[in-house]
């Protein structure tokens, strides 16, 4: 199966700075790529849509200047938490889409990031 | 935002005992699927039913789907202790679209 892969699988970092969270999917192109956040005990909440080449749309109440989405190519996206504060601890995990609009679409979900701010 | 409820939310069984867990959404969908979490790890697919279809099995697990009722249900059996994890139902709108989660059920099951 397809493969997409997240890096660093976990950071921690102190109040304030900013943390670059990288999504690859390592065996196929993806125009889009979607990002998620997982609070403790809680579901996965989508962020916001990554698309290739274009701005990334965020979801109501996803702070776009906070949370800054790049998808510079079709196998990379990234997700940089500008002035982390604690907060916004939590799970990260991306998700690329293969085979967009055929019925052989999936999307494949990245190990996740856990991201602790002191 | 989220559109599936997933009931119960915490389930609690012996092995060798089914585990039935049930997912609510509330508007039109294009598939449904069902994932498996491990504590503090990453999503595993379980399996996907699409809008037109009713029933579908894997394996252990069997999974409906009544468009009606806007309702799935995940039915595992013979469970094992391995099975313990969170269980979320996920579905999306059409291609391209992005995945929304349900609550999820929680699972534990005991040897």
């Known amino acids: 199966g397809a493969v997409v892969s997240q890096h660093p699988s976990w950071v921690i970092c102190k109040s304030g700075t900013s943390v670059k969270i990288e999504c690859r999917s390592l065996?196929?192109?993806?125009?889009?790529m979607f990002w998620y956040r997982q609070f403790p005990k809680q579901s996965l909440m989508l962020m916001a849509t990554?698309?290739?080449?274009?701005?990334?749309?965020?979801e109501q109440g996803v702070e776009k200047d906070k949370f800054l989405i790049n998808h510079a190519s079709l196998t990379l996206s990234t997700l940089t938490v500008t002035s982390a504060h604690p907060e916004d601890s939590s799970f990260y995990i991306c998700?690329?889409?293969?085979?967009?609009?055929?019925?052989?679409?999936?999307?494949?979900f990245g190990p996740g990031t856990r991201l602790l701010v002191l | 935002s989220q559109q599936g409820e997933e009931d119960p939310q915490a389930l609690s069984i012996q092995e060798g005992e089914n585990a039935t867990m049930n997912c609510s959404y509330k508007?039109?969908?294009?598939?449904l699927q069902w994932y498996r979490q491990n504590s503090g790890r990453g999503l595993v697919h379980l399996i996907l039913?699409?809008?037109?279809?009713r029933e579908k099995h894997s394996g252990r697990l069997r999974v409906t789907l009544d468009t009606s009722k806007k309702s799935s249900s995940l039915l595992i059996t013979a469970s094992r202790a391995a099975d313990t994890a969170s269980y979320f139902c996920?579905?999306?709108?059409?291609?391209?679209?992005?995945?929304?989660f349900g609550k999820g059920t929680t699972l534990s099951v005991s040897s």
């Open positions: 998700s690329a889409l293969r085979g967009p609009g055929t019925p052989q679409e999936t999307q494949y």
């Open positions: 065996d196929f192109q993806a125009t889009t």
């Open positions: 990554s698309n290739e080449g274009s701005k990334a749309t965020y």
């Open positions: 508007t039109s969908i294009n598939n």
């Open positions: 039913i699409r809008s037109n279809e």
């Open positions: 996920a579905t999306d709108k059409g291609a391209g679209t992005a995945l929304i």
